[in-house]
């Protein structure tokens, strides 16, 4: 595993947070409904270095 440092360093958080992730997978009720639902967010990470403001407005306006 030492052959692949990504992979190692995805391990070892994984190791470090172990309880948030137990939990993560383990309880029924999760904070995504809350947290996913943001279209303007999603907007601007999509529009991120491809196009100017202006294009990124009609799209916000659109979604809207």
Not at 33 to 42: C, F, L, P, R, S
Not at 54 to 64: P, T, Y
């Amino acid at each position: 595993m030492d052959q692949v440092p990504a992979l190692t360093a995805f391990a070892t958080g994984l190791l470090q947070d172990l309880d948030a992730v137990v939990a993560g997978l383990s309880l029924r009720y999760s904070s995504g409904a809350v947290e996913g639902h943001n279209k303007i967010k999603m907007l601007k990470r999509q529009m991120f270095g491809r196009a100017s403001f202006d294009l990124l407005r009609l799209r916000v306006l659109h979604a809207a």
